[in-house]
């Protein structure tokens, strides 16, 4: 019985790239849903041309963590097994969807990692960004005793039966650390795949306050203590999860 999967794409104010990452997408997946996240650019224009992807419109923007819940919702009404989300921003290489399906069998979510591996390619993280992701990512793996390399990689693959398990509230940037609380709690398994580290030198802001980095890291922090006792987690005993990974990197 062939797998069904769908490839999602959160996009907001993505006019630049929604055109050329979805021609790249279109090769590598044949259900794609794109969640327009309430864009006041010329996305909408752009996306009412492309007849073979789905969309799903907010009227408002809602956040990043939003359009991926509405991507699960969505993965999860029309039955599919497998959901791959990828950013629309450039940031993600959509041949490697491939990879991202084949590797979540036998397990619960895919996570793609930035740190696992050195690419060729591979472009320097923003330092406030990568000490941000340093300092969650460890907080993250004592805590729930995780052994992640990349916290915040929106690159990911899920088993969408596992998806519906989860109670997840965040619409923001860090619904990532609510959504790794709630697969510790209900023990998921992780498999993380090495990604190339892309960032175009486009000056992205998270928007507002969370641009500044301490603010940024004492958000996700808060996020993670609340999540953690909406979870009824304090300290896990049992035994961590397994975190493995494939490598078929081609530096
Ligand atoms: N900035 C931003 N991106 C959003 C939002 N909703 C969906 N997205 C999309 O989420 C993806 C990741 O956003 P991005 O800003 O690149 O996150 P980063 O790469 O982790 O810094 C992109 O495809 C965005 O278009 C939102 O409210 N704000
Ligand atoms: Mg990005």
Known sequence: ??????????????????????????????DVLVVDDGSTDQTARVLRTRTEVRVVRHNENQ????????????????????????DCDGQHEPRRIPLFVSA????????????????????????????????????????????????????????VASLARLQLT???????????????LHNLQIRELPVP??????????????????????HYRDVLQSSRQAAGLSTRQSPSPKVGSVCPCDS
């Open 170 to 184: 965040e619409n923001g940037y860090a619904m990532p650390i609510e959504l790794w609380v709630q697969a510790a």
């Open 197 to 218: 580290r892309i960032y175009l030198d486009e000056s992205r802001s998270f928007g507002g306050a969370l641009d500044d980095p301490n603010h940024r890291l004492r």
């Open 63 to 86: 956040g990043y963590g939003a359009a991926l819940r509405t991507a699960f919702a969505y993965a999860l009404e029309h039955r599919y097994d497998v959901l791959v989300t990828i």
């Open 1 to 30: 019985m062939s797998i069904r999967s769908l490839t999602a794409l959160p996009v907001f104010n993505e006019a630049k790239h929604v055109g050329t990452v979805l021609d790249a997408v279109a090769q590598y997946a044949d």
């Open 104 to 159: 979540v069998g036998g397990v619960d979510i895919v996570s793609g990692s930035r740190y696992r591996h050195v690419f060729r390619d591979d472009d320097a993280a923003p330092e406030d960004r990568r000490r941000v992701n340093r300092i969650i990512t460890r907080e993250l793996n004592e805590q729930l005793q995780f052994q992640l390399t990349d916290a915040f990689c929106g690159f990911k693959a899920y088993q």
